[in-house]
């Protein structure tokens, strides 16, 4: 301890003192506070571009995102759309079907009857024709029965034949 | 790349004229002594690690006696700046003529001043020699404040101006770049390790930005004068006590100013603890703070870097102490072997007293100003949780 305290200059004690105190006062003028600040500048600007980066990634997704809900939304109406057109078009279909169908029904039933009442009126007229050549026929067969035998049945024939021709 | 070859030519350019300083460094025969000349013994060994382990007034690279028996030094004499009974008193070191037994007597002033291991002493009044007691103090003379521009302080003087030279020019490149070039980029992460191992988490984010200042400049100081240390030159800078004193005085007045109203609380008159307790606690508190934190800075850094010194210099001595037991080939190899190894040891050794002085410092200064707020979170049972700032001061 006595040799320790000997060894102690207070001498260069003073001068590390002045030294120290000169070379703290210098570096922090000269050297530590212009590199501090330019490092908290340098961090400080790389996590400001850290954080745009992030918040650019966030828009992004939020973006996308709404980019697929467009897109999901644009391609279910597009399915509505289609399936709209499709029953329409079936429906369509379905309705020019049975108005074809009751249409020709109709014209059918209309034919039918159109073909009844015109039977009905060549029948009518059929009967009328018969009836008057019967009384036609019945008429010269009587005229000619009391002349001729032979005649008489040459007459028919011929008026049969005559008949067939009409 | 042009920045840093200029750098590069500045820095030889340095170097040179440092070379040629040292080549045109006095070469002065010393007729006077050649006794302390050869260094065989165990005894001659421990005289002249302790030698060095001292600071010196002059600065010597090697010497060696010639076939005629002349004492030849090379080195450079240093001015010696005294601040004697008769006031101011200056002159080069060279004119004790390497003497360091008191042999020699210098005249100046109308004052004698005779150099005894590394230390001027003044003659008492009308005494022409220094008379010895027999334990070797001398009976007839007294120190002098001596502010001589010595080793040590070539050694201070060097690696401040290196610092600035280094550190402000990483700071200039800033200004141009945002990420530093050449051995800018070294010095970076250096800075960068400093304040965020260091700094920032002992001191706490509110305060650190105050106190980083002074611990990187501690910190390089120390370290680079460690390393310093560890070089041929033979500086022992950071193994004198007034130095390691120094430091560590410095770092008791920055946090005994900084302290706040709750430091000085939990010394004075510490709360939680029967109010009779409170005045021992505070005698230990206020030695704790005052005397004992400093002190241990202060032994550390100084016992670790002489210890240091001490132990190279002894295993580089094998080669001559036991010379005789292993042979000159075994004694050399077993003293390189084991010199080498230690020196590695001691490159650690260096950085790690740097930092445990600027950790401790920088723990010391959080203490001072670390904020304690006594509205801790309580958990469910109404314990208080624990916070970090509490339990950083457990571990303190």
């Known amino acids: 301890m006595d040799k320790l305290l000997n060894d102690f200059s207070p001498g260069l004690f003073v001068v590390q003192t002045i030294l120290l105190l000169l070379l703290i006062f210098l570096m922090v003028k000269f050297a530590w506070k212009p590199i501090m600040t330019?490092?908290?500048?340098?961090?400080?600007?790389?996590?400001?571009?850290?954080?745009?980066?992030?918040?650019?990634?966030?828009?992004?997704?939020?973006?996308?995102?709404?980019n697929a809900n467009l897109l999901k939304e644009a391609r279910a109406?597009?399915?509505?759309?289609?399936?709209?057109?499709?029953?329409?078009?079936?429906?369509?279909?379905?309705?020019?079907?049975?108005?074809?169908?009751?249409?020709?029904?109709?014209?059918?039933?209309?034919?039918?009857?159109?073909?009844?009442s015109e039977k009905k009126s060549a029948m009518a007229e059929l009967k009328n024709h018969v009836a008057g050549l019967s009384i036609e026929i019945a008429e010269k067969v009587v005229g000619q029965e009391l002349s001729n035998k032979d005649k008489q049945l040459q007459l028919v024939e011929s008026m049969l034949n005559d008949a067939k021709l009409n | 790349m042009k920045v840093a070859?200029?750098?590069?030519?500045?820095?030889?350019?340095?170097?040179?004229?440092?070379?040629?300083a040292f080549a045109m460094a006095e070469n002065t025969t010393d007729p006077v002594e050649n006794t302390g000349g050869q260094v065989d013994t165990k005894e001659e060994v421990e005289a002249y690690i302790l030698h060095h382990i001292q600071d010196s007034h002059?600065?010597?690279?090697?010497?060696?006696?010639?076939?005629?028996?002349?004492?030849?030094?090379?080195?450079?004499p240093l001015p010696v700046i005294l601040w004697s009974s008769n006031g101011l008193t200056?002159?080069?070191?060279?004119?004790?003529?390497?003497?360091?037994?008191?042999?020699?007597?210098?005249?100046?002033?109308?004052?004698?001043?005779a150099k005894i291991h590394s230390k001027i002493y003044e003659l008492d009044g009308g005494a022409a020699t220094v008379a010895f007691d027999e334990t070797h103090h001398a009976t007839n003379a007294h120190r002098v404040l001596d502010f001589s521009i010595t080793k040590s302080v070539v050694g201070v003087l060097l690696i401040g101006l290196l610092m600035l030279i280094w550190f402000s020019g990483l700071a200039r490149q800033y200004k141009k770049r945002q990420v530093p070039t050449g051995f800018g980029r070294v010095l970076e992460p250096l800075v960068l390790y400093v304040r965020d191992e260091i700094s920032r988490p002992n001191i706490g984010e509110k305060h650190y930005r105050k106190f980083t200042g002074y611990l990187l400049t501690v910190f390089f100081f120390i370290w680079i004068l460690n390393l310093l240390g560890l070089t041929p030159f033979g500086f022992n800078v950071t193994g004198?006590?007034?130095?390691?004193?120094?430091?560590?005085?410095?770092?008791?007045?920055?946090?005994?100013?900084?302290?706040?109203?709750?430091?000085?609380?939990?010394?004075?008159?510490?709360?939680?603890?029967?109010?009779?307790?409170?005045?021992v606690l505070a005698i230990i508190e206020l030695a704790g703070a005052l005397i004992i934190k400093p002190f241990s800075l202060l032994v550390r850094l100084f016992a670790n870097i002489s210890a240091g010194h001490i132990v190279v210099m002894?295993?580089?001595?094998?080669?001559?102490?036991?010379?005789?037991?292993?042979?000159?080939?075994g004694a050399t190899s077993l003293s390189l072997v084991l010199s080498f190894f230690i020196t590695l040891i001691e490159v650690l050794v260096a950085f790690l007293?740097?930092?445990?002085?600027?950790?401790?410092?920088?723990?010391?200064?959080?203490?001072?100003?670390?904020?304690?707020?006594?509205?801790?979170?309580?958990?469910d049972h109404g314990h208080e949780i624990p916070d970090a700032e509490d339990v950083r001061g457990d571990f303190i």
């Open chain 1, 38 to 66: 330019s490092l908290t500048e340098r961090e400080e600007g790389i996590q400001g571009a850290l954080d745009a980066a992030e918040k650019a990634k966030l828009e992004m997704q939020n973006l996308q995102a709404d």
């Open chain 1, 77 to 116: 109406e597009r399915e509505s759309m289609l399936k709209e057109a499709r029953d329409l078009k079936n429906k369509m279909i379905e309705d020019a079907k049975t108005e074809a169908q009751t249409q020709a029904n109709n014209m059918i039933a209309q034919a039918q009857s159109a073909i009844e």
């Open chain 2, 5 to 20: 070859k200029q750098t590069f030519k500045f820095y030889s350019l340095v170097l040179m004229l440092f070379v040629s």
């Open chain 2, 58 to 76: 002059d600065f010597s690279l090697f010497s060696y006696t010639s076939d005629t028996g002349e004492r030849k030094h090379f080195g450079f």
């Open chain 2, 90 to 113: 200056t002159f080069m070191s060279s004119e004790f003529h390497h003497n360091d037994d008191g042999h020699v007597i210098v005249e100046k002033n109308g004052l004698k001043f």
């Open chain 2, 240 to 279: 004198q006590l007034a130095v390691t004193a120094c430091l560590a005085i410095f770092t008791l007045i920055i946090y005994t100013v900084s302290g706040n109203k709750d430091y000085w609380m939990h010394i004075l008159w510490m709360p939680g603890v029967p109010v009779l307790i409170r005045p």
């Open chain 2, 314 to 329: 002894s295993l580089i001595a094998i080669m001559f102490t036991l010379k005789k037991s292993l042979g000159v080939v």
């Open chain 2, 353 to 379: 007293q740097a930092y445990i002085f600027t950790m401790l410092s920088a723990l010391f200064i959080g203490m001072a100003v670390a904020e304690h707020d006594h509205e801790h979170d309580h958990d």
